[in-house]
């Protein structure tokens, strides 16, 4: 069966979610070889074989850290180069797109970005995308070349699937393009305890219409009655009520979650663009003309301030 | 010595309008109107930064489309960019990512450059690869999606805010820098830039001029294939409440009926 190689994502080897959704993916398509890289990679294996990985692929150096993408690029074209695989998929983060793409210019390929589904077709995988703020379902194929193809989070079931996941060594040599771009400072994201925004199954977002960074904790306090995480619009962004790392929309972090709750949020094309491919969308804005209201499974027009804080009382009582 | 600028641009069709595609599956862009992407304006605005902060520095605009994509030249001129190339050749239309950066690749060696910039991602396509993609073609450092960006002694330093962590990056001149919308507002063409985009040079170049063959671009060209584009049902209309004191509870009732609590 053919191999198909998956660029792992992982913090000191904490596997993410969209990375095993990846392997559900490519096991449609052949038999998955992980990549993984830096601090940690060995530590991905266990996890990365319990989800159907054949074999873990891994490397560590100082490279990884001190410059931006490009030595990661090196490794998974030493990879691609050892497996020669059916395929290449790599979650749809902005590095991960990135090192895709570098990858395909590298192979010759074509690239498909942000696919939010993958079956296998007489002529190599097809992927499903979302085009124009999710107005259009395509079906795209890479037709030159080993497709290279970047898949958004929640676009497949995580599953377990034990295979052997053997850990092996991957030799790259850095090109003189890798020491490029240097990192000279990181500051890590404080982590707030919440879910990651990409990968949560529930979002609960506001907008311009909580009024005030001291107004945020009213959102804050119903995502936490569902264990959810925590969005904003970019005008809620823009006035400093909110991190920009917590943007939802065209511009910030596109979510497809199984609930997306939007409060004082107005709706716009570019905020549509990161979450109309929720599966479930509720709002609550005072104005009933409010053009979220046109995507709603369920709408309430009215105050957030009233609304909000009733229903996350109503959801604590319920579940005791 | 001179800092030459190139501001690579592109042309879109309105975000706000009814885009479509056509029957040979590539965008519709005679229903809607088209503009410069607004991502785009980003690039311009700190191109222009950069330049004002150099003793002498001149900002070239570059677009790979169709005739009207000249629009999105002069918008870019009339912000204050010095002159603009405009790439158009019939055998363009179609071209996936991997041709449009081959065109965009060649016209930039051809233009001569110190330093690319673009935006973080069109705002059809929505890709965000092309930045990167143009970088490896070019052979030049990536410094990719800042949200804050300084060019100082041939070097390019910059913010860039990631998933994980914020980065602080650096690279020497001739590099590929990429902005966000975080960069710094874009500012509005005055009349006087308006005027003045008029007499702005735009040259006009075709595929014979960069040594293409027709083959590498367009749709026939393409890395990729589209095979089907379907508009996504509406959605079902929702159920909608005015919240008369039990908003929230009845909120919770259709929470729960979902399963979600
Ligand atoms: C290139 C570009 C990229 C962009 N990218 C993004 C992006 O990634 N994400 C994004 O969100 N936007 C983005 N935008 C901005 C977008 O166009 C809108 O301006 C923005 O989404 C508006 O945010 P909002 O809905 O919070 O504010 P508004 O549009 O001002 O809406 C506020 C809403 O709150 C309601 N409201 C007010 N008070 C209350 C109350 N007490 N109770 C209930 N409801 C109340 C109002 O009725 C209104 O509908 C982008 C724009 C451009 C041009
Ligand atoms: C809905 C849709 C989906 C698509 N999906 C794919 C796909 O999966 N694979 C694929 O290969 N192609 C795809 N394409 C085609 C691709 O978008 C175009 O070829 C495009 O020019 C490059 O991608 P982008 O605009 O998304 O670039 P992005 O990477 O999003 O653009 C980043 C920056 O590159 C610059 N830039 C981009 N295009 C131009 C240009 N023509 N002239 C000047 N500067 C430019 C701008 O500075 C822009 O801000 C798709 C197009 C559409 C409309």
Redesign the interface.
């Known amino acids: 069966m053919a191999e198909v190689l998956v660029y792992v994502d992982h ?1 000191d080897g904490a596997v993410r979610k969209p990375t095993l959704e990846l392997l559900t993916l490519a096991r449609r398509i052949g038999e998955p070889v992980a990549v993984a890289l830096g601090a940690g990679a060995e530590a991905t294996a266990a996890v990365l074989a319990e989800h159907g990985a054949v074999k873990v692929l891994t490397a560590d150096a100082p490279e990884f850290t001190e410059y ?3 030595p990661k ?1 090196d490794a998974l074209q030493a990879a691609y180069d050892a497996v020669s695989p059916a395929a290449v998929l790599v979650p749809s ?3 991960g ?2 090192i ?3 990858l ?3 192979i010759g ?6 696919a939010t589904d993958l079956e296998a077709g007489d002529e190599g995988p ?1 992927a499903t995308q ?16 080993t497709p290279v193809i970047t898949v958004k989070p929640n676009s497949a079931p995580v599953e377990a699937a034990p295979a052997a996941g053997t850990v092996e060594a991957l030799a790259v040599t850095f090109g003189a ?1 890798a020491t ?10 404080e982590s707030t305890g919440r879910p990651e925004l990409t990968e949560a199954a ?1 979002v609960v977002s506001g907008g311009r219409g909580v009024n005030g960074a001291e107004n945020f904790h009213i959102i804050e306090a119903l995502a936490d009655s ?1 264990g959810a995480a925590v969005g904003a619009s970019r005008a809620a962004v823009d006035a400093g009520w909110y991190p ?2 917590n943007q939802v929309g ?2 910030g972090k596109s979510v497809s979650p ?2 997306y709750i939007a409060s004082g949020i107005s709706g716009a ?2 905020h549509r ?1 990161g979450m109309q491919t929720s599966k ?3 709002a ?1 804005n005072k104005d ?1 003309e409010a053009p979220i ?11 957030l301030f ?10 604590k009582a ?2 005791g | 010595m001179s800092l030459r600028i190139v501001v690579c641009v592109k042309y879109v069709p309105d ?2 309008g009814d ?1 479509q ?1 056509t029957e040979d ?1 590539t965008v519709n862009r005679d229903d809607v109107d088209g503009l410069l992407s607004e ?1 785009d304006e980003y690039a311009v605005e700190q191109a222009l930064q950069i330049a004002e902060e150099a003793d002498d520095a001149e900002i070239t605009v570059l677009t790979v489309g169709p005739e009207d994509a000249k629009d999105a030249l002069r918008k870019a001129l009339s912000m204050g960019a010095d002159k603009a190339i405009h790439v158009e050749d019939d055998d363009l239309h179609g071209s ?3 041709g449009t ?1 081959l065109v965009l690749a060649k016209a930039i060696e051809k233009a001569g450059y110190d330093l690319v910039i673009t935006g ?2 069109s ?2 396509g ?8 143009l ?3 070019l ?7 800042l ?1 804050e960006v300084k060019v100082e002694d041939g070097t390019v ?1 910059g913010r ?12 020497s001149l001739p ?1 590929l820098v990429s902005v ?3 960069s710094g507002e874009a500012r509005y063409p005055s009349f006087k830039g308006i005027m003045a985009a008029k007499k702005k040079p735009v040259e006009s170049w075709d595929l014979s001029d960069l040594d293409l063959e027709s083959d590498e671009v367009g749709l026939e060209g ?11 049902p509406a ?1 079902t209309a ?6 008369e ?8 009732e ?3 009926g ?1 399963k ?2």
């Open positions: 913090v931006l993408v490009v690029v983060s902005a590095e797109k990135e895709a793409a570098r395909a210019v590298r390929s074509g690239i498909i970005t942000d097809v979302a085009a124009f703020a999710a107005s259009f379902t395509t079906k795209s194929r890479v037709s030159k070349g393009l490029g771009t240097k990192v000279t400072g990181r500051t890590p994201r529930i569902l920009h790392s065209q511009t199984q609930l094309i570019q663009a479930t969308i509720v609550i009933a209201f046109d995507l709603v499974d369920y709408g309430v027009v009215g105050d009233a609304v909000v804080p009733q229903l996350t009382e109503e959801i319920r579940k | 975000a706000t885009r595609f599956l991502l996936d990512v991997m950066s973080m991602a705002t059809d929505t890709m965000g690869v092309l930045p990167a993609i970088a490896e073609r052979g030049v450092p990536q410094v990719t999606l949200s330093t860039r805010d990631g998933d994980t962590a914020s980065e602080q990056l650096e690279a590099a966000t919308d975080q393409s890395w990729t294939a589209v095979d089907s584009a379907a508009q996504r959605r929702g159920t909608i409440v005015k919240d004191g039990e908003g929230g509870k009845q909120l919770a259709f929470l729960a979902q979600f609590i």
